[in-house]
């Protein structure tokens, strides 16, 4: 893709943090004090998990209005554009309503409003008042943040499991590169779910403490929850040093259902093709951001491929998933928001990496530069 295109705003929430100066200060000392015990949520256990921090001083998400979207992700999404209304506002007004997609990746939307009203009508034994079917439909949070906007482009998710708002950004530029639009809304939402987190129990996968990937003794993932919200647009603003979407690399190896190929084959594809499409060496690359979800299979394919790309002297990555907990179909766009994050502050010399891989071998790189570095 020949125009550059710059994520110009974000706004990010996760157990790291609801603004920037937290999530980045948090990062820094990869502190996992984010990271919460549930008892209620896997019977017979208490897990770790990654929750947006509601607790005094910080007030509790906000509400809302409307019924059938009132659900958690659409909470998380009202928190983060609450959090950037002016310049929300300011880039809506600029491209014109009609020239704005909302590009968002996320796979629980509503699924564990739906599973409490379930369990309502088990126990009490009359159907109560409060489902909605848009609660589980996979576009709602799309729908519902389009509204918000009032932007009136098209509005989808993409729910590719966990790589699903990795390639958000990959469908966004799309868009904007076939002409249907000018600039998107782009990123992804996942809240807390039970459903979610007893599947990931039935495969063995949870760890029993804090996940820690790349440790011989890894035993298994933490999920989290979180939203990251970029708007996307040609134009760079000069108000801080501009950060250049420059490359999504996109493979799909479909070597299991939710197992990785053991050789990293398609994380290797997905990360050259990032790399090309950004016009980097490997040897441009100063951040490289895991998937590192801390199980056994991952973390062993995804190092061979890191190797086979950048070298075995190569150690500028990491893993943040111990600090935010896996946030699913939110994870890609969490993480390209910390590698945001860490670009803007002067934290990594060159370009940032960010790695998502999912069931079903759906990969994917994003590659962000700062402005001077894009090819």
């Known amino acids: ?175 904007i590169a076939a002409g249907v639009v000018d600039a998107a809304v782009v990123g992804g939402v996942d809240g807390r779910c039970r459903f979610a987190m007893n599947g990931f129990h039935a495969l063995g996968a949870l760890s029993q403490g804090l996940c820690r990937p790349l440790a011989p003794d890894r035993d298994g993932i933490n999920l989290g929850e979180g939203v990251a919200l970029f708007t996307m647009e040609r134009a760079a603003t000069r108000a801080a040093l501009p950060i250049c979407l420059a490359g999504v690399g996109e493979s799909s190896d479909a070597y299991h259902a939710t197992a990785p190929d053991p050789e990293g084959r398609g994380a290797e594809a997905a990360m050259r093709a990032a790399l090309a499409e950004a016009g980097l060496s490997p040897s441009d690359v100063g951040y490289l951001n895991l998937h590192g979800t801390g199980t056994q299979a991952n973390d062993a394919m995804e190092m061979k491929a890191v190797r086979r790309v950048f070298g075995e002297g190569f150690s500028a990555y990491e893993s943040t998933k111990p600090l935010t907990g896996h946030c699913l179909g939110a994870a890609g766009a969490v993480e390209a928001a910390i590698c945001w994050l860490k670009l803007r502050a002067g934290d990594v010399t060159g370009a940032a990496l960010s790695n998502s891989f999912a069931f079903g071998g759906s990969n994917a790189c994003v590659a962000l530069v700062p402005e001077g570095a894009a090819a």
Not at 102 to 128: H, M
Not at 148 to 162: E, F, H, N
């Open 1 to 175: 893709m020949s125009d550059r295109l710059y994520l110009t705003h974000l706004a990010c929430a996760c157990a790291l943090g609801r603004t920037h100066g937290e999530i980045l200060a948090n990062a820094r000392a990869r502190s996992s004090a984010g990271m919460s015990p549930l008892s209620d949520d896997v019977l017979g256990r208490t897990i770790l998990f990654g929750r947006v921090p509601e607790v005094a001083p910080r007030a509790p998400l906000p509400r809302v209005a409307e019924p059938e979207f009132d659900m958690r992700a659409n909470r998380l999404l009202l928190l983060a554009a609450e959090n950037m209304r002016a310049e929300l506002e300011a880039f809506v007004a600029r491209h014109d309503a009609d020239r704005v997609a909302v590009v968002l990746g996320a796979s629980n939307t509503g699924i564990d409003e739906a599973q409490r009203y379930v369990d309502r009508w088990l126990d009490e034994g009359a159907k109560p008042a409060e489902m909605f079917f848009s609660q589980i439909e996979l576009g709602t949070p799309a729908d519902y943040l389009r509204r918000l906007l009032g932007v009136k482009g098209p509005a989808y998710v993409v729910s590719t499991a966990c790589s699903s708002s990795a390639k958000a950004f990959a469908s966004a530029r799309r868009l």
